[in-house]
């Protein structure tokens, strides 16, 4: 099932603004997935790529460090009232 807000867009409200970096985050997961993937197997088949390791390391430390910014500019938690 797709994520959804529910709810008028403001740009201005920090949980909107939390779920648009989680959005962008899974955005950044799918596409590293779907890349990296695609050129092991195509290193497999019959294209020696030298440096593969290294931009796979580097392009999932970014993601990482993509991750913790999420989670640390995350707001508060608010109590349902």
């Not at 008028?8 to 962008?24: C, K, L, Q, S």
């Not at 993937?37 to 430390?61: K, Y």
């Not at 993601?63 to 640390?72: K, N």
Request: hydrophobic residues 45%; without cysteine.
């Amino acid at each position: 099932m797709p994520i959804r807000w529910y709810g008028p867009a403001d740009p201005g409200d920090p949980t909107y603004r939390h779920f648009e970096r989680i959005v962008n985050l899974t955005l950044h997961g799918a596409v590293f997935a779907a890349v990296n993937s695609g050129l092991w197997f195509l290193q497999e088949l019959r294209h020696p790529f030298s440096h593969l390791d290294l931009v796979t390391l580097t392009w999932g430390a970014m993601l990482l460090v993509h991750g913790g910014v999420v989670i640390a500019l995350r707001p508060p938690r608010q109590d349902p009232a």
